[in-house]
Every structure is written in C-alpha cells, then in structure tokens.
C-alpha cells in the first residue's frame, strides 16, 4: 500500500460525554474518490476536521506521501496539498467572491490577477462566477461554487467535500460529479462526505463506513445495494413509515397570492406564492436551501406579518395575525432551527413546553402560569414521543439534536393542529429519531390535519407527501403529485442547473 | 492555558456561588489596592465589610445601610428586568435625576401646602418624571432602531445639565440668600420623605425597594410577561416564535425601571439628600447596574447586591473618615467587584479544562 | 449678545483640536468593531489615558512620553476586557459598562494627587511652507503633532482595510467568527490585537484631552466623549473616512456651543451644554432609521461571543 496519499491511522478524539473517533483508520490513493458514510453524529465530521487540521487527535497518526503528518492548522493542511469544502459555507456574506477565494488561501495572487483566475477556472469547470459579486447575494448554489474554486485554485491533491449536495438540484449534483470525476482523472483525491447512498453508489470508488465513531466495514460502493450499505450504516433494519390512507378533506389553509420582503438583508424575498392545503393531506414542499424557506414558515407562523388576505385559514383572513392568534384558530408550526428558534437552548423542558403550548394548552390564567400544568405537558411530550431525557426540568441543550427535534414536533403535534407547518424536521438528526418523526406527521395528517413539510431532503419529501412543489429563489411551482414525479422533474421544479454547466477539461 | 468546555446545563451551585466568589476576590484585590495606597488592608476591609453591621458604632451605620440600598435595589430591580430580555438601559441616572427634579418640583409648586395628599402626588409625578425619561430611548429604538444604550446615556449628561440648571435657577430657594439648591424638605413636612422608623433607616423609598423586590419576584416567575422578559433575552428568536412583541417588551421594560429610577431619585432627593442640589445624584443610577449584575438579575439576588453595595458606601464614608481612605478607592472596588463577577461568572455554564489546548 | 466677538479662522482651528479626541477613540472603536467586538469601555479608556497621560507627562515632563503611557495605559485596560470576553466568555456590552465603571474609578484614584497641577506645554508644529499661507495657514497647518497623527491614522486604516491581508482577515473574522475559525484563523487572537489597538487609541484621545485640550486634569474630564465616540462609529457606518467626518462635525458642535456661550447668546447656558449630546441623539437617529445600508456596514458577528467547539 505504499501508493496510498494519505493514511489514517488509529485515530481517536473524544469529546466529553462521547468519543467522537475511536481508532479510525482508513487510506486514500491518488485519484481515487473516496467515501466516508455514516449517520449524523457518526464521527465524520470530527475525523475530517483532524485531517484538515482543525481539531487535533487524542491519539493516532496521519501519514502524508509516506511521510508523518501533524497539521498543527489548516494552513499546515493547505500547504501540504488538502483542501476542503465545508458543509456550513466556511464564506462571508459582506465580501465579494475574490476576497472569500483569497481568505482561503495560502499566498493569494493580488486581487486583479486573482478575479482573473477565478473567472478562467470557474469557467473551466463549468462554474462560472463573477468575483466582484458579494457573495450575500449569491444562491446557495453559486456559494458552493465560491468554497470549490477556492481550493481548485490551489492545486490540492486531496479534496474533502462535507455533504456537498445538500445545497444542489439533482441536475446540479449531476454537473457536480462531472467535475469531481474529471478531477479525479487528473490525479486529485476526493474524500466525500454524505449519508446519501444512491450518490456514493455512482461516485465512489471506495467507501469506509462509520457508526458511533468506530470503523464498522469499509467495501467497494458499487458492489453493494443502498439497502446493504444502509444496515451498515445504521446497524439496525428500519421500518419504513407507514400511514393509513385518509380521505382528504376541504381546503384548510389558502395561501393566495403571498409576497414578503425578507428580514434578513441577504434574505429570499417571497413572490406570489398560491398554495391550497385540504385537511387529511401532506404537501411536501422542496427546494435548494436558502431560496426562501424560512421566510416561508416565518410567514404562516406568523413571525413575519403579510397582508390580511394573503392567508386563509378556513376562509378566515390570518395573514396579520401574529404566531399566538394563529395558534388559537389552530395554525401550529415548527421552524428548522431547534435551538435558539423552535427552542430556548438554556430553558428547561417545562418552559419550552410553554414557549408555544401556552394558549391551546391554556397554560395560563390572568395572565399567570401554572407551571403545574405545563411540567405535566411537557410530561406528556417526553412520554409519548420517547424522548429521552432524565425529566421535563432539564434544559433544552442538553438533549442530543434527535430527542430535542422530537420534543419540538411533538410539543406542536400533541396540540392537535388543524394545519402544522414543519421546516426541515428531521434535519440533523438520527435514522430511528427521523423515521418516528415521518411517522407523527403521517398520523397527524391520517387524523384529518393538513401538513406542510418544508424540507431539502427530497428522499423525506417523496417518502411522506402526498402532493409536492418546490421553491426557487422565493417562488413556488405548481403542485405536483408525488408519486407520479421523477427525479428529473423534481430537479427541473426546482430551478435546475441553475446556469452550471458540464466542466470543459479534457479528461 | 486553559480550556472551556460547555456543560450541559448551566451549575447550580456555580450559579449561587459566583457572585460570594467574586466578592472574596474583590476584597483580596482590594486588600491589595489598599496596601498599595499604604492603608493596612486587613483594617480597611474590617472597616468597610464589618464594623458598619458589628462594629461599636454600628447603630448609626445599619440606619445608613437601608437608605443608602434602597434607591440602589429600587434602580437595579427596574434595570434587571431590562437587562433579562437584552434591553440596556443605562441611563438610569438620568431617569433618577428627572425623577427627583420632577417630585420636588411638584412639591415646591404647592409650598408651603400641608395637604396629605401632597406627598403621593409628588411620588407620582416622581415615577412619571422618570418613566417618561426612559421613554425616549424606548420610543426611539422601537420606531426608528436606535441604540437604547447611547440614547439613555446621552440623556444623563442632558439630565444633568437641566440639575445644574433648575438647582440654581428655576428651582432655587426664594429665601436661600441666592446660593444654588432649592428649599430643604425638612423644612416642609407635608412634602418631606421623612423616616418611618429612624433607628432603621426606614422611609418610604426602602417599603417601596422591598414592594418593587416581591412586585418583580411575581412577575418573572408566575407571570407570562416575565416568562416572555427571560425568553427574549435567552432566545430572541425563539421569543418572537412564542409571539411576544419586542417593541412592546422594550416599551414596557424602559417603562418600568424608569418609573422605578424615578421613584428613586424622588425619594432621596425628598429624604436623605434634602434638597435639589447640583450633586444630590450620588451616582447610584450607575452604581446599581453592577448591583443588578451583581444579583444575578434576580430579584432576591439583587436585594442582597443591593445591601452589599451599601455597606461598600457607608464602609467606605466610615474607611474615608477613620483612615483617610480616598473616596476613589472605593469606586475602583465598585468596579473591581463587577468585573470579578463577569469573570467568575464563566464556571456557572463551562468547565474549566488545563492542559492540552486545541489545535486553532 | 456679540456675535462679532467670533473669530470665523480661530473657530475653524479650534474644531480640529476639540474633535482630535473624539476622532482618535472613535476610529479605535471602528476597527475594535470591524473584527466582530463591541467595547462599550471606550469611556472608561478614554478617562484612563487621560490620567495615564497626564501623571507621566507631568512626572517625566514629556507631553510624548505622556502620550506613550496613555497609549499603554487604554491598551493594557482594554485586554482586561478582551481577557473577560475573549477567553472568559463574558457579555460583551455587561463587560464594556464594567470596564467603564472600573476606569472612572480607577483614574479618579490615580489622579487625586495631580488635580489643579498645569500640564507641561506641548509644542505646535508648523507644517513648513503650509503654515505659512495666509489665512488657510494658521488654521489648518499650525496644530500640535497629535492632530496631523490623527488625520494620518484615518488614512492609514482606511488603507490597511481596504488593500491589505491582515485587512481583509480583520473584516473576515468581524463577519463569521466560525467561518474564519473554519480556514484556520486566531479568531481571539486577532480580537485580542483589534481590541488592543482601540484600547490604545481611546487612551491617545483621552490625554490629548488632559494634555492638549484643557490642559489639566480633573475627575470626570471625559465627559461623555467615549459615548460619542461610539455613537460616531455608528453614524459612519464604519467607514474609516466618514468617522473623520463624524467627528469633526460633532467637535464642530461642541466648539460652536462654546463660542455661542462664550459670546452671550440669548440662549440659556444649559441648552447650550445639552447640544452636542442632543445632537448625537438626533443623529443616532438619523443613521439608524435608514435601516438597509446602515446594517450592511455593521460587522455580522459584531457582538457574538466566539466559542471554538472543536
């Protein structure tokens, strides 16, 4: 195995509470795409932030072209030849592109030659960019496409890309692989990073599998079946969620013709948005991230005010309304962000019980809450969606990112919505916890609720809703039924390719 | 180098015993101030801490003990619910300067009134005064988004100049032979703020800390608007998710500690100082932000805050007097005791890890 | 009421040395800001440096060495705050009113013994040639060092931000603490350094007030100069030149009121005091209704506490 670029050897971190790595080992040859699969809280990111330098190891060593490697920073990391794109855009919103592109490298050309470079690479591989653009303005797509430049400009031999697609249309990811293949036909490895099996399965040419932060096999992606490499992954066999087929019933909610500035000033502004919701169904609603989903289910919780007229529930107007009128007329959300938005990180269980609970629970009276009553809520909560914590007065922080999620879906559930409008809800969390939550929203919907799920898993999105559409750039397509989609449609729904284009290098 | 790693959920007993902490590093480091400026430390300390509670001549000092702490806990606990939900009021002074200038003013215009009517009036107008001080950095942030902190601060040094304008003119005393001040309300007993019982230092500003103290205990913790004051400060996003109105809540929060600073200033510029004059302010208003810090911005917490703070005064008159330690000094250990607390205050939510250190 | 008694040229002169102060804190503040930290201490540096200043200079009789230790003396407080919000964690604008407190407190003891002592006499320079044109000369090329070193520092950060890397690294880690974090930059480090340098600026202004500007000490002498000083951080949107602006506009004011009360104008004394403060207020105001390009000068992570998770 001398040919081998980079060689992981007993690696090991632990974290209070977790041991993050245990013992990791696993090689990566020159040009070759290799994949790292494993769960949210698997380890993968720890393990790819040793290797970038980022986190130091416990124990364990690295060797680099057959010799020791300890990257004491990323700058270490870069020098030697690995470059990395990071999940959460490692970019500035109030610089333009050249200055980001500069901020991640080692020795930056002046500023004139290097917006040279980066128009003649982007071009090159099918990715164009404007570098004067500020990259506030950019999609989520155009983003990512500043993070790659970046390390494309610097010749890396190893290339890590953390969950690289969650941010692309399925025509994009196509355009995507194209670069990496051709990249990795000139010589560059490729550490990829996803729990997507499909994508790896067409990818890669190696895969190492984590769970619980150990090694638990490691095989050739494309001898395997998604279903096999997903037992690995998970360790168990999951069911899929299952619902009783409902009637679908009158029109719920009625958003007409819905158009909102954003509060964020490199926000997604809303444009005409018409959707009609009927009780019994679940309207999956897709869409590259950053293309006005929270704008969205901030305007039918009610954290962003439209006209009157704009929303309609059950022919009442609601659009002015805040978030606790609508929770009275029974119009219940949950945002994506668990804490700090849908939670209070520092607060107790009971509390964050109340934080939505208060009027349909009627959780207060003369304006004076019977914190009694909300333990027992909470109480309710942790029981009847399994969440596991020692009791309602821990604090929202300290439950793992599946058992907070279930709380917060539960906590509106439990409320007996008649429409709940949920933001990525099984965003971040673990296989067991995600397929409990699909399940509640199917029951919810199965019990005569109308769901909006507001999600970028399009597997989620297919797996649950009955009717489908996609935003892009603030606006909403035609519903569409699921079942009769193809990934191909999907894509196109949602904007697809977005001016990307197929890398022009001879391969 | 040390390392911070996040617990889980906040410590409680941290959380208790971080200000008793910072209280004992405040009197090592001032102990060492107070060598430095060649006091004997462990007599300074003794007079400042002790002697005013224990000492011979503590029955003339418990009684400035609760006249010195009621306008500092009346300030701190109106400050406190602000600060809970990031409101920054720290204008307070100048809320307790219009406060008092507002109170006697009302009182003065009816000399020499002996109506008993005259004193609740002069106490409303006195909480009027100051809330309506506040109320301009609240209706400006809540209508145009300016910065609360500077306006208010701005305001003092504008209250300021109106006390150093009506002490000598407007407000001056007919009879005082032209020299600044207005007429003392000892001289005025239908508008005098005079002690219920004496021995104690009590007057009607220390019933008023003690309602305010039991008046905020309720609100923050059986009340739905104090629920919505600690969720906005602890989660702003999420505080807007549970609908609660963040102009509303900074109109409110102004309002009260306003009021209260207002209240404040009433009382001692009725009482304690006896007269509008050009330095009645003894600074207080800027003092009980690090009593509300102090407190944890809990109501009991900043009661005690509010106690401690005093005897720092009243131990640092009695330490001015007995070993000629200057009147600065004790200011620094004002400031030394609040920066103490910031610093300890880091154990009630991460563990403090020493060795390795990150790499980055 | 004698408005003749004001001498246009003398007025013009005198701007420039009563906004010296306020202008050398206020772009110490801006950078201080520019990498994500708000120090509301700048009062409390600013009084420090003033004493600092003035006790050296009058031990040592350098005004420069007083200037020097003022420098040292705003810097050294201000990494009592970078100590608690950096490596403590501690809120920001809690340890920023601390840091204020502890420097009246803390200046006010240190000068007990300084009040009513005169401070050694700095000299004016004279820009050669320049300071020789009639009328434009005296005003504007006869001031001490310290004014024409405030006006070169402008430039000079204006520079340094917009053509440099450590620039560019600055306004990165004041944008997204975690992204800098992420390519491998001292997110506290460079904070510490930003801090520092606003400490020391802060301090630089405070004695060309006790050194320069009254030239005495007495308790307090700041007077609020620190507060403005912020609120013209805000006001120039963070733009190194128009902190310039701010603040010769608000010394304008203050020099103004001055000459209006020095002149016996019919209008009270107090109001008078009160203008620069109202003012400030007003353009708070101003600045802050116009929402969209006010917050896009504003630092994103301006404020946030950056706490590395590994």
Known sequence: MNEQLLIVDRLTKAYPGVVANDAVSFGVAPGEVHALLGENGAGKSTLVKMIYGLVRPDSGTMTWKGAPYEPGSPHDARKTGIAMVFQHFSLFEALNVAENVALGMEDPPPMGQLAARIREVSTRYGLPLDPVRLVGELSAGERQRVEIIRCLLQDPKLLIMDEPTSVLTPQEVEILFETLRKLSAEGTAILYISHKLEEIRSLCDAATILRLGKVVGTCDPREKSARELAELMVGQTLHTPTRESADVGDVVLDIDGLSLESANPFGTPLKNINLKVRAGEVVGIGGVAGNGQDELLAALSGELPSHPTAIRLRGQDVGDLGPNPRRALGLLAAPEERLGHAAAPDMSLTENAALTGTIREHLADNGFIKWGKARTFAQAIIRDFDVRTPGPENVARSLSGGNLQKFVIGREVLQRPDVLVVNQPTWGVDASAAADIRQALLDLAAKGAAVICISQDLDELMEISDRFAALNEGRLSETRPARELSIEEIGLMMGGAHGMEVAHVQA | MFRLEKRPAPSRFWTASTPVLAVVLTMLAGGAMFAFLGTDPLAAIRTIFWDPIFGEFAFYYRGQLLVKAAPLILIAIGLSLGFRAGIWNIGAEGQYIIGAISGAAFGLAFYPSESILLFPAMIVAGALGGWLWAMIPAILKTRFNTNEILVSLMLVYVAEAMLASVSSGLLRNPDGLGFPGSRNFKDYPAAHNNFLIESAGVHWGVVTAILAVIFAYALLNRHLLGFQIRLTGAAPKAARFAGVNPSMLVVICMGISGALAGLAGMFEVTGPAGQISIDFNSNYGFTAIIVAFLGRLNPIGVMLAGLLMALTYVGGDAAASTLGLPGAAIQLLQGMLLFFLLAVDVLANFKIRFGKTEAA | ?310
């Open chain 3, 1 to 310: 009421m004698d408005l003749s008694s004001i001498n246009p040229l003398v007025l013009l002169a005198s701007i420039m040395v009563a906004s010296t102060p306020i202008l050398l804190a206020a772009l110490g503040e801006m950078v201080t800001e520019k990498s994500g930290v708000l120090n509301l201490g700048v009062e409390g540096m600013m009084i420090t440096g003033a004493v600092c200043g003035f006790v050296i200079a009058v031990e040592t009789g350098s005004p420069l060495l007083g200037f020097v230790g003022a420098a040292l003396g705003g810097a050294v407080l201000s990494l009592l705050f970078g100590l608690l919000t950096q490596y403590l964690l501690s809120n920001q604008v809690a340890s920023g009113l601390a840091l204020t407190l502890f420097g009246l407190g803390l200046s006010a003891l240190l000068g007990q013994k300084y009040i009513g002592i005169k401070a050694p006499p700095t000299t004016d320079f004279d820009v050669p040639l320049l300071a020789d044109i009639p009328v434009l000369g005296p005003i504007l090329f006869r001031h001490d060092m310290m004014v024409y070193f405030s006006i070169a520092l402008v430039a000079l950060v204006w520079a340094v931000l917009k053509f440099t890397r450590a620039g560019l690294i600055l306004r990165a880690v004041g944008e997204n603490h975690d992204a800098a974090h992420a390519l491998g930059y001292k997110v506290v480090r460079i904070r510490m350094a930003a801090i520092a340098f606003g400490g020391a600026l802060a301090g630089l202004g405070g004695a060309y007030i006790s050194l320069i500007r009254v030239p005495q000490w007495t308790e307090g002498m700041t007077a609020g100069a620190g507060w403005i000083a912020l609120a013209i951080v805000v006001f120039a949107s963070w733009r190194p030149w128009r902190v310039l602006l701010g603040a010769y506009l608000f010394g304008g004011v203050t020099v103004l009121q001055l000459n209006l009360q020095a002149a016996g104008v019919n209008i009270p004394v107090v109001y008078l005091s009160m203008l620069p403060y109202l003012v400030t207020i007003l353009v708070l105001v101003i600045m802050s209704a116009k929402r969209g390009r006010a917050a896009l000068g504003a630092p994103a992570a301006l404020g946030r506490i950056f706490h590395a998770s590994g």
